[in-house]
Nanobody
Framework: QVQLVESGGGAVQAGGSLRLACAAS???????MAWFRQAPGKEREGVAS????????EYHHSVKGRFTISQDNAKNTLSLQMNDLKPDDTAMYYC????????????????????WGQGTQVTVSS
């Protein structure tokens, strides 16, 4: 099972940007990769996913146009560029991976992913 380690979280003001990174212990070019987040008192929600075969991306409606998921297979790294951050983006952000091909629309379902990182905190102040 792939090991995942997130980094890049921090505290920013609304309107600012952060870039999260997820380092994988093995090659991820055949993995569907995703970012999830969980705020205190709320359920974990899918933020963005990337299909390795057709490069299809899926985004939570609240981050479309602001967040971009990308993958560097040479470095075994997944990234999440977050622009125009809002206080509602405050959460623990997790990287996840699965070798199982996912159907369209399933990329943001946490139950589909067996491998998870430990998370990195993002705090956005108004």
């Amino acid at each position: 099972q792939v090991q995942l380690v997130e980094s890049g979280g921090g505290a920013v003001q609304a309107g600012g940007s952060l870039r999260l990174a997820c380092a994988a212990s093995t090659s991820i070019h055949l993995y569907t990769m995703a970012w999830f987040r969980q705020a205190p008192g709320k359920e974990r929600e899918g933020v963005a996913s990337l299909n390795p075969f057709d490069r299809r991306t899926e985004y939570h409606h609240s981050v479309k146009g602001r967040f971009t998921i990308s993958q560097d297979n040479a470095k075994n790294t997944l990234s999440l560029q977050m622009n125009d951050l809002k206080p509602d983006d405050t959460a623990m952000y997790y990287c996840a991976a699965t070798r199982t091909p996912l159907l369209r629309g399933a990329g943001l379902r946490s139950a589909e992913y067996p491998s998870w990182g430990q998370g990195t905190q993002v705090t956005v102040s108004s």
